[in-house]
């Protein structure tokens, strides 16, 4: 295109002094290429706000992904602790279990005589499962049925540390081997011939056998006392009180306590006796019974 058809525009800037007015020829041309510059940088910047907009939507997304992972691994990493902790305590319940079948003779390996069980969940592959809402119902049933459990075998486990404590502090044991030479009630006194009656019973035995203690307990007297000689006695739980007399000699004193099948002391014939032996008296709050109820038959003397 000439120069002589291209057509001009002029740009007049006129300031607040008029002395200083400026003038500015400009082409149709340029002012073409102005407008397409104009144009472009729009789009440039428009696309850039657009993509830069869509770069964080897409960053803002990823961010919440990683939470959401991180989040999963944190409760998957709680449930396996759980499952952990679990574990652990079931195997203290079935070892706890193992000891009051030791103690109570229940056979544990019979199914017919454990707890049942829930299905379905096996301790084998609980560090193999992941996280999911039906793992996790069922970890919290059978956490709860864990507890009732636990709380079922501690009342046994109670009870029969009741039962032992029980069976310990009853004298249901001979105190001697022998036999019995006089027994519980009324008889001809062996010294004097009147009839008196027997607070207990006469087991004979050789001189210096071992007396041994029948149950756990406490000694509240040793010593010498008329008729008895050297005489041991021992309070024991549950108002049961046990005496052994005509000792040679004894082992304990007073206040110490003493444990079933302890040595007491030894045969002898010291107080009111006419040979070696020992008398032998079980009490219930103080009163003389006859030990036969407690120690059953003598023919295991």
Not at 174 to 200: C, E, L, M, N, Q
Request: a positive charge; aromatic letters at 10%; glycine letters at 8%.
């Amino acid at each position: 295109m000439s120069a002589e058809k291209e057509r001009y525009y002029t740009l007049i800037i006129t300031p607040n002094n008029p002395n200083r007015i400026k003038q500015f020829r400009i082409s149709q041309r340029q002012i073409y290429t102005i407008l397409f510059s104009v144009i472009l940088f729009v789009l440039t910047l428009a696309s850039g706000v657009f993509h830069y907009l869509y770069t964080t939507g897409k960053l803002r997304n990823y961010h919440q992904i990683l939470a959401s992972q991180s989040q999963l691994q944190d409760e998957n990493l709680a449930y396996k602790e759980q499952t952990r902790q679990l574990a652990e305590k079931v195997s203290n319940l079935e070892m706890m279990a193992k000891n009051i079948g030791r103690l109570t003779g229940i056979d544990l390996s019979n199914p017919q005589s454990t707890t049942g069980g829930i299905g379905g969940f096996t301790p084998e592959n609980w560090a193999k499962n992941d996280l999911s809402s039906k793992n996790l119902e069922f970890l919290q049933k059978l956490n709860e049925h864990t507890d009732v459990v636990e709380q079922d075998v501690i009342r046994l486990k109670d009870l029969v540390f009741t039962q032992n404590l029980f069976l310990s502090s009853i004298p249901s044991d001979w105190p001697v081997r022998g036999y019995i030479g006089s027994a519980f009630g009324y008889r001809p006194d062996p010294v004097t011939g009147h009839r008196a009656f027997h607070k207990g019973v006469d087991i004979s035995a050789p001189y210096g056998a071992k007396v041994v203690s029948p149950a756990d307990g406490v000694v509240f007297f040793a010593g010498a006392q008329h008729g008895y000689g050297y005489v041991v006695k021992i309070a024991h739980k549950y108002g049961i009180s046990t005496c052994y007399g005509h000792l040679s000699s004894y082992n304990f004193k007073s206040g110490q306590r003493i444990k079933k099948n302890d040595v007491i002391g030894y045969i002898g014939s010291t107080g009111k006796a006419t040979g070696p032996h020992l008398h032998y008296e079980i009490r219930l709050n103080n009163s003389p019974i006859n030990p036969i109820r407690f120690l059953g038959s003598s023919e295991n003397l």
